[in-house]
T-cell receptor, first 114, second 111 residues
Framework: SAVISQKPSRDICQRGTSLTIQCQVDSQVTMMFWYRQQPGQSLTLIATANQGSEATYESGFVIDKFPISRPNLTFSTLTVSNMSPEDSSIYLC???????????FGQGTRLTVV | KQEVTQIPAALSVPEGENLVLNCSFTDSAIYNLQWFRQDPGKGLTSLLLIQSSQREQTSGRLNASLDKSSGRSTLYIAASQPGDSATYLCAVDTGGFKTIFGAGTRLFVKA
């Protein structure tokens, strides 16, 4: 199993500002994923973060709004840029690996934009 | 396009009752199916993982089954307790390292 630490656990931000969310894994993993969970909704994949290459974004998500870094095999960041109230969600980091093994999630970052 | 549906959307039961949560998916070409628990405002806790070649998995009071050909999975919770109150999410790994989630079933167990 993998233990994932996500920071911050929650934040309240002013519209127009940016927030960077950190995800630290206790072991080296090939793939890291960032999800968004809007209020009352299920999880939607934002992007896949690969070490050594640019992140792969899902339809509806763009790099300018959600820049992602993956400097090594245990760490990734997601930035929510130029925030608006519509960005208020829980953002979750997840890890998986080649071989389609079990997915593990961080505890999430609860973001409120005012 | 893979779609995952969970029924019911919400469920309220008295303590001690056995219950079944349902999950269906439209494309049977999956690598695995995973059940998660999510407490309000929190992240996800993995409960059970069923590989595509498996029929069921058990952990304590939880039993998950998978019928890939019919696109269905069930999560059986025995002797429910108030601490089981949470949202239960079903997710399928469709390959390409993508996991597709259902909308979840909100469970409330009354003491």
């Amino acid at each position: 199993s993998a233990v994932i630490s996500q920071k911050p656990s929650r934040d309240i931000c002013q519209r127009g500002t940016s927030l960077t969310i950190q995800c630290q894994v206790d072991s080296q993993v090939t793939m890291m994923f960032w999800y968004r969970q809007q209020p009352g909704q299920s999880l939607t994949l934002i992007a896949t973060a690969n070490q050594g290459s640019e992140a792969t974004y899902e339809s509806g998500f763009v790099i300018d709004k959600f820049p992602i870094s993956r400097p090594n095999l245990t760490f990734s960041t997601l930035t929510v840029s130029n925030m608006s109230p519509e960005d208020s969600s829980i953002y979750l980091c997840s890890v998986g690996s080649v071989g389609h093994t079990e997915a593990f999630f961080g505890q999430g970052t609860r973001l409120t934009v005012v | 396009k893979q779609e995952v549906t969970q029924i019911p959307a919400a469920l309220s039961v008295p303590e001690g009752e056995n219950l079944v949560l349902n999950c269906s998916f439209t494309d049977s070409a999956i690598y695995n199916l995973q059940w998660f628990r999510q407490d309000p405002g929190k992240g996800l806790t993995s409960l059970l993982l069923i590989q595509s070649s498996q029929r069921e998995q058990t952990s304590g009071r939880l039993n998950a089954s998978l019928d890939k050909s019919s696109g269905r999975s069930t999560l059986y919770i025995a002797a429910s307790q108030p601490g089981d109150s949470a949202t239960y999410l079903c997710a399928v790994d469709t390959g390409g390292f993508k996991t597709i989630f259902g909308a979840g079933t909100r469970l409330f167990v009354k003491a």
